[in-house]
């Protein structure tokens, strides 16, 4: 017999063993709840919460740059006297929350090249290097030019950092645990929030510097522990096959709790090398460009939509400006910090409720049916405030607190776990990196003008902003409910199969793919071989 045929059968029996283990994994990650893999995969799911403690250093950074104008002695120190009160001028205003989020822009895009080079581990180390910088700066600085140096020099860490953990999550969370990872980075949006409410409500009232460096003093806080923590992290499995380090790859399944003695690292390991493989026929590179080629251009759109809507949902008026909307609205300081509090317990609670029904109610269902809801609330908050009266004003503050409750258990969870699970598995770091950069950018138009729409100062419009953004929720509402597909509970592979078939987004919740059929195929030559 010819060596050649003799070679040739034997990497053909070697490729059919590796699909049959690969496909043997995923149907045992459909047969099996989050609790049985949480004790199946512990260093799986510490090393997802580390990923989701590092996006808490974006939240905190980002809820800081709003609640700072809530500060008296912030404005004092930075702003001027005006009508009787000091006043931050909108110029500084739009740039202190605008110039952080246009630099998470170009964070984010640079990450996404970056990341694919030195790998998730290497990038979140830059990541903390730079955010220890900006966040020295902010603390000291005593001027206008200084403060902004250091939120501007932060957006660049934030982007980084919040492309890249989405990123690890969405590589090494187990099919199971893939909704509920995803939803904590949501989680971690709100963690940081309320723990600058927390501080501000502690320190708001002091008339020193204090007032506010407090609150970038805490920031170092989480820093360290995240820095701390950074020399352990396991290098993403996903990445380093796609750069062809098989072995690598192997050592870090182990770190990450798949064992050699039960054939779970050699399972793993073929399951990413059979989807990269796969979904290699619609992309060529992984270049920015190849998220816009075939079907992975319908995957890039699908998979940012919801982050980019939240955008049009109205959740920056409510995020920066509810407490100082608060102040205007008649609440004393004291007590704005307080509501303040009050709402970011309202989002916390608002997410762990959506743990259960991200794969209970569906992805799509908590999406549509949510940007529904938001858009009902900003019409009455509108409304309430156009009475204009004082139990009025009132009620729109309390149109905020229902907003941002019902927003973390649908559209403000879901975004995240769309973004990480749709995007093609070779270009998931640039498709988060896209939709981080589309959703920011339009953030900074938000930034530079809703100080004109908001303030007193200027077009004074208040409440009544829940007009503008409940009219721009319309559009998005018919977009999901044609466009948006259901995926929960489908692997990578299964996945790719759909996109790359072009099966419509209405049917993806009932397809029967191919990749199902071959693990249960797997399943029963596992069983009649038992």
Known sequence: MNPENIK??????????????????????HEVGKWQTIKRNPWAFGWCLYA????????????????ILSIPEFRKDFGSFYNGDYVLSAKWQSAFSGAPVAAQVI??????????WIGRRNTVIIGLVVSFGAISMEFVATTNALFFGGKFLN?????????????????????PLRGLMTCLIALSYTLGPFTVALITNSEGDRTDRWAYRAIFCAQYGFAVISAAFVVFMPESPW?????????????????????????????RLATIKITLEEVRQETEGVTYLECFRKSNFRRTIISIAPLVIQQFTGIVFAASYSTYYAQLA???????????????????????????????????DLTVYGTIGLTAILWVMGGLAVGGSPGELKGTVAMILLYCFLYNVTIGATAYTCLTEVATSRLRIKTIAIGLAVANSIGVMWSFVLPYMFNPDKANLGGKV??????????CIIFLWFYQPETMNRSYEELDEMFMKKVPARHFKTYRTEAEER???????KEDKN
């Open 8 to 29: 040739g059968e034997g990497y053909h029996h070697e490729d059919l063993v590796e699909g049959q283990l690969a496909h043997l994994a995923l149907q045992e990650d």
């Open 52 to 67: 989701v403690w590092t996006v808490l250093l974006v939240s905190f950074e980002n809820q800081a740059a709003g609640n």
């Open 107 to 116: 964070g984010s895009l640079m990450t996404g090249q970056v990341a694919d």
């Open 155 to 175: 957006g660049f860490a934030a982007g980084t950092l919040q492309a890249v953990a989405g990123t690890y999550i969405g590589e090494i969370a187990p099919l």
């Open 239 to 267: 990445w380093l096959v796609n750069r062809g380090k098989t072995d690598s790859a192997l050592h870090s399944l182990h770190r990450l709790g798949y064992s050699a003695e039960s054939g779970e690292d050699v399972k």
């Open 330 to 364: 008649g609440y004393s300081t004291d007590m704005s910090f307080k509501l303040q509090i009050i709402q970011q317990v309202l989002s916390m609670v608002g997410n762990v409720i959506s743990w259960y029904l991200i794969d209970k109610v569906g992805r799509r």
């Open 466 to 475: 829940g007009f503008i953004f409940g009219g721009l929720c319309f559009p």
């Open 519 to 525: 693990n249960q195929v797997a399943r029963r030559a």
